[in-house]
Structure formats: C-alpha cells, structure tokens
C-alpha cells in the first residue's frame, strides 16, 4: 500500500527566505505521480505543482521547485522568496501510475503548516 | 480561477440521520471525487465518479455512502444513517482528465454528528 510521510509539524520563516519541506513516500509502483497541494486558512485547497517519477529533471512553477530524489523516494518543496501568502499548510501527495487506475485517486500527507513572518 | 462549491459548509446532525453534501464541480470537469479529513489527520480517498458510475472506492466509503450526479446536477455524497466516526470535513473535488493529479477542491463541508 501506498503511504505518504511528512515529519516537519510547522515550520517558521522571515518573509522573502527560502523555506524547504520534506516528504517521503512509499510505493509498489515504477511509474507513479507525485504533488504538492496548498490549503490556505480560508480552507482552499491549491494545486502547486508536480513530479513524473519518470522524469529526472525537478519540476519548477514559480517560485515553487521540487527536490526529487528517487533512490530515497524523497519529494521536497521549496519555496524561495516567501511572502505572507505563503503562510498555508502544504500537503504532499502520491499517485500511482497503475494503467487500470481509472482516476486521480490521491495519498495525502498529514501536511506541514508554514508560517511566514514579517 | 476554476471553482468548485461545497454545499453546505457545515452540518450539524444527530447520528442515525441523513445527511446530504452537495458539490458543484467545475463545468467541463468529468471526473468527481470525494476526500474525507478528520481534524489534524490527512485527506483520505473516499470514491472517484466518471461516466455516471463509481470507479473506484477506498475501505472507507462505507455502505451507509452513496455518491450520484443525476444529469449534470450536483455531485452529491449521502451518508445514511449517520455514525459519530462520520465527523470530519468532507472535500469534493474535480478533475478535467483521470491521470494528471491537478485536483480542483471546494473548501469542504464540516459534518459534525452528534
């Protein structure tokens, strides 16, 4: 079964700092997808970005890039350059490339809740 | 940008009651999901929707669930009868294809049973 790890509860930045969260994951799978989600205090919930297990090169959206490392199946975000709107708790996710998988269904982390300081 | 919208975003019930929670997805979305969130635990996999059928459902999506969409209305989740273990913050979402993982959420819909 698929299992997704966030061991980082909170974490604390000054505004326009680089913060990096972690996340590790477990699969059966070779081919499988992995995400980052946002979900602001309003409750909204944001799709950030993702990886292809198949692709080497660390997915970028913004000032939002991943840090891929398969052999630890590792998926960490960093945020460069944070700002206020940052402060949010950011999920990680994992789907699995199965070819009878009929849609999107997610493993989530428990989330890491960032607060971004002035 | 695209919205989904969760009605209603909360519900107070006594346990053994219905209770319906309605999802009005983006528009040229096909496939629908529902996610289950207990306060300070992670989102979890309840059911995908595609075609007018359930595709998929986690051990989760108990007997007492149904999910439908008669004709292009709200997706909806019915939960009867009700059960204290059914308090959590219910999310749908949508998707334009099955495979990419882009989700779009609502802001969920409180269930509290009493």
């Known amino acids: 079964a698929q299992k997704v790890t966030q061991t980082q509860t909170s974490i604390s930045v000054m505004e326009k700092t680089t913060v990096t969260m972690d996340c590790v994951y477990e699969?059966?799978?070779?081919?499988?997808?992995l995400f980052w989600y946002k979900q602001t205090a309003s409750g909204e919930i944001v799709f950030l970005i993702r990886q292809d297990s198949y692709k080497k090169e660390n997915a970028t959206v913004g000032h939002y890039s991943l840090n891929f490392q398969k052999p630890k199946s590792s998926i960490g975000l960093i945020i460069t350059a944070t700002q206020i709107e940052d402060s949010a708790v950011y999920f990680c996710?994992?789907?699995?490339?199965?070819?009878?998988?009929?849609?999107?269904?997610?493993?989530f982390g428990i989330g890491t809740r960032v607060l971004v300081r002035p | 940008g695209p919205k989904v919208l969760q009605i209603p975003s909360h519900q107070i019930i006594d346990m053994g009651q219905m209770v319906t929670l309605n999802c009005d997805p983006v528009?040229?979305?096909?496939?629908f999901y529902w996610y289950k969130q207990i306060l300070g635990q992670q989102m979890e996999f309840l059911v995908n929707?595609?075609?007018?059928?359930?595709?998929?459902k986690s051990k989760l999506f108990k007997d007492q669930f149904s999910v439908e969409r008669p004709d292009g209305s709200y997706f909806t989740l019915k939960i009867q009868p009700t059960a204290l273990e059914d308090s959590a913050v219910y999310f749908c979402a949508s998707s334009l294809t099955g495979h990419t993982g882009q989700l779009y959420f609502g802001e969920g819909s409180k269930l509290t049973v009493l």
């Open positions: 996710a994992m789907r699995e490339g199965r070819a009878n998988s009929a849609g999107n269904k997610l493993t």
């Open positions: 929707f595609y075609n007018g059928k359930v595709m998929e």
């Open positions: 528009s040229n979305h096909l496939y």
């Open positions: 699969t059966q799978d070779s081919s499988y997808f």
